[in-house]
């Protein structure tokens, strides 16, 4: 059985002939897929010696070796371009996520779908990929633990850009409505909150720029208002 995370990662795959999943760990999302029928092979990709003995294991475990298979190697260099109709890269930040992307762009261009879990940065992951020549095309956001997991799909093409609230919250969730979304702005609200206390502290020894204390404060009005909105 997955995590919520990982179930939240495997409900955005497309049912396809074969995906990639980086930093497979475990192997549990594809084992998941293949025993669910979603896939019907998944190329596994770890840099490190013993989570890829991990994942030999438990792909043999399933008896799964002749549809899941490891490779080695960092990010998308073990694929060849076109080998993957879509690409998993869950459970790292934000801007690994997106150097990942960047420095295989000719193998994550060739997919149809890119599914990405950042455990933080997300917005920064966002803004890349509006950026960088993909459109996001479906978010889900789950709970495990004390935290909020986000995970976004998104295909190659056009998009406009987003704005900053959009960034961090999601502009599928924003317009979903997601009953989780509430606790995640007012989570984003305390994170923007600590900043401007930690500018404010800093200004005592250095002078920070006047517009970082303006942008700060203008984002905590604008998730304050977004809080306060009824339902």
């Known amino acids: 059985m997955l995590s919520p995370r990982l179930k939240a990662v495997a409900d955005l795959v497309q049912p396809a002939e074969c995906i990639a999943d980086i930093g497979t760990d475990h192997a549990l999302l594809p084992v998941y897929l293949v025993e669910h029928g979603v896939v019907s092979r998944v190329i596994a990709v770890e840099k490190a010696a013993g989570p890829t003995a991990a994942a030999r294991r438990a792909v043999a475990a399933a008896g799964l070796e002749d549809r899941i298979e490891v490779r080695v190697g960092v990010g998308l260099s073990p694929l060849a371009k076109g080998e993957a109709e879509a690409i998993v890269i869950a459970g790292m930040g934000g801007e690994t996520i997106a150097d990942i992307l960047a420095a295989g762009a000719a193998v994550a261009q060739a997919a149809r779908l890119v ?65 989780l979304l509430k606790e995640l702005a007012a989570r984003t609200l305390r994170y923007y909150e600590e900043k401007l206390a930690g500018l404010s502290r800093a200004s005592r020894r250095v002078q920070p720029a006047a517009g970082d204390f303006a942008e700060l404060a203008r984002r905590c009005e604008q998730l304050r208002a977004y809080l306060e909105r009824d339902e």
């Open 115 to 179: 599914v990405a879990q950042p455990m933080n940065r997300v917005a920064f992951l966002r803004r890349w990929l509006t950026e960088n020549g993909w459109r996001i095309t479906a978010e889900v956001l789950v709970p495990e633990g004390r935290r909020l997991y986000q995970a976004v799909a998104a295909a190659p093409g056009a998009s406009r850009k987003l704005n900053w609230m959009e960034e961090e919250l999601g502009p599928y969730l924003l317009a979903s409505g997601h009953p």
